[in-house]
């Protein structure tokens, strides 16, 4: 059968264990977790070999190295310090800041549109939001796009 590079979608249970413990190894190590794919790959019951095999044809599919952008707007009252508050919440999960608009407030209230890469080493992007709606001074926050 001939080999081509084309990419599938596929149901998690329908995969073999062994990708699915290709996948857990991956996040070892990128997590820093384990230091070594023999410390990885003991952890999650593979050989390395197996690990070898498959290490660059299985990830999650809304998982991308280079990290993955997420757009998102949120109301926020005009008050001194609030936008810096995000911003150190933002940093706390390790996401880059890629853009930042804000609207000029009117009635003491302003949009406010950022643009955020999550990247490997960055915690969970729902809790992120979670916590920045938490903010006093922040009404919303909704997610616009993920790429």
Do not use: W
């Not at 593979?46 to 280079?66: A, C, G, H, T, V």
């Not at 150190?88 to 853009?99: D, G, H, R, V």
């Not at 302003?110 to 903010?135: H, Q, R, Y």
Request: hydrophobic share 40%; glycine share 4%; charged share 25%.
């Amino acid at each position: 059968m001939k080999e081509t590079n084309q990419d599938y979608v596929v149901k998690q249970r329908a995969l073999p264990e062994v990708l699915l413990k290709v996948v857990e190894a991956n996040k070892l190590l990128e997590t820093k977790k384990v230091s070594t794919v023999q410390e990885a790959t003991e952890k999650v019951g593979i050989s390395r070999s197996s690990y070898y095999k498959y290490k660059d044809d299985i990830f999650l599919f809304r998982d991308n190295s280079k990290g993955k952008t997420i757009t998102f707007v949120a109301q926020v009252d005009d008050e001194p310090g609030l936008l810096s508050r995000m911003l150190n919440k933002i940093a706390e999960y390790k996401a880059n800041i890629l853009t930042i608009h804000q609207t000029i407030p009117i009635n003491g209230v302003a949009s406010l549109t950022l643009s955020v890469e999550m990247l490997p080493m960055s915690g969970d992007s729902d809790k992120m939001f979670e916590d920045i709606g938490n903010l006093c001074g922040v009404s919303y926050v909704k997610i616009l796009a993920r790429e």
